[in-house]
């Protein structure tokens, strides 16, 4: 079997950097990787991430949550585990967490009072990261970055545009839950250099694989 490694965290944290990073150092040493993200990276899934994002229909929370899920599990069996099973290391741009984070915690769908834990785990589809890297950064720097991002040119989605109370309550969900899965969970420090953020990341993931 392969390796599942996901990369979470706020908006703006670096994950999609440091993923790019990771995959080309992992290649470098002889390994087969697969980059992937969610939502949307399966043909029917890109549908759905443009139902989810393009903030033309808002979507409750409830739907949202479901719309999540059903691009999780056509992403699981689509890609993921097929990919497992061919022995790859599958680098994973949001997963579970990030639903936890900002379909629950952040719309005040509380997992525990609604029992909403064992739907995460249907999407997963059996499936479950072997780690996860979990970006914490500040959510004033993540705001900074977007800012220099959209500048840039880079057009924000609907959850990047929400309100700054809503991504302090993803921030303090994704704190909850590496506190609560120290097995998986590893943090990374994101507030610092680019290089030095890489840095950690192979640290971690060559002892962690024994690398
Ligand atoms: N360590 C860093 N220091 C400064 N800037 C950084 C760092 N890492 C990434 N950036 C910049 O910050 C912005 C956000 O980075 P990136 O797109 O990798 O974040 P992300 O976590 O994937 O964001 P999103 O959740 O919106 O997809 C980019 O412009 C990137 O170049
Ligand atoms: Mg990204």
Same mark, same amino acid.
Do not use: L, R, T
């Given at each position: 079997m392969g390796k599942l490694i996901t990369f979470e965290g *706020?908006? *703006?944290? *670096?994950k999609s950097t440091q993923l790019r990073l990771t995959a080309a150092w992992l290649r470098s040493i002889g390994k087969e990787v697969v980059e992937t993200f969610e939502p949307g990276d399966s043909a029917l899934g890109s549908q759905i991430r443009k139902l989810l994002l393009a903030g033309e229909h808002a979507p409750v929370p409830e739907c949202e949550l479901l719309l999540f899920l059903a691009d999780r599990a056509q992403h699981v069996r689509e890609k993921i585990l097929p990919a497992l099973k061919r022995g790859s290391w599958i680098l994973c741009d949001r997963f579970s967490d990030s639903t936890m984070a900002y379909q629950l915690a952040a719309r005040h769908l509380d997992c525990k009072s609604n029992d909403l834990a064992p739907m995460l785990k249907f999407a997963e589809c059996g499936v479950s990261p072997d780690m996860t890297l979990w970006f914490d950064l500040p959510v004033e720097i993540a705001a900074q970055r977007m800012l220099l991002r959209q500048q840039a040119g880079e057009k924000s989605n609907r959850l990047d545009d929400e309100a700054i109370s809503f991504h302090q309550r993803v921030a303090a969900a994704f704190a909850h839950q590496a506190e609560s899965d120290k097995q998986r969970v590893v943090r990374i420090d +994101? +507030?610092? +250099?680019i290089e030095s953020v890489q840095q950690q990341l192979m640290a971690v993931i060559k002892e962690r694989f024994a690398l």
């Open positions: *706020g908006d *703006g944290c *670096g +994101a +507030a610092v +250099a």
